[in-house]
């Protein structure tokens, strides 16, 4: 059993958070090498999608993302609850994760309310 019951808490879970920072310092890194002197590109867009449910391999929660409008063919469009961050050179990957958790732990406690 899981230790976070519910959806909305599993986001919390240490095993995501960290994918999100693994995932938050590469795309830092890209926008650093490849895009801080495009007059033309102020950010990245990352948009990290989940349902909350568990992984049964890892344990951890399951989630897609995509980088910049993919509309309908990026890797977060299969699931139903986005997280959306734009990030630059500046960019803290820590703080990034933050964000994104606290957007998709939203979102899912209003799915499970009882109304």
């Known amino acids: 059993m899981s230790r976070y019951p ?7 879970d240490s095993l995501f958070k960290e994918d999100l920072i693994f995932l938050a310092d590469k795309i830092v890194t890209d926008y ?12 990245i867009q990352l948009t990290i999608g989940t349902n909350g449910d568990l992984c049964e391999v890892t344990g951890s929660v399951e989630y897609g993302y995509q980088t910049g409008d993919n ?3 990026g890797g977060a469009y299969g699931y139903s609850h986005w997280g959306v961050v734009e990030i ?7 703080e990034v994760a933050d964000s994104l958790i606290e957007q998709l732990s939203e979102l899912l406690a209003y799915e499970d309310l009882d109304c």
């Open 6 to 12: 519910n959806r909305a808490e599993r986001v919390y």
């Open 71 to 73: 509309s309908y063919t």
């Open 32 to 43: 650093e090498e490849n895009y801080k002197d495009d007059e033309h590109v102020d950010y």
């Open 88 to 94: 630059t050179d500046e960019s803290d990957a820590e």
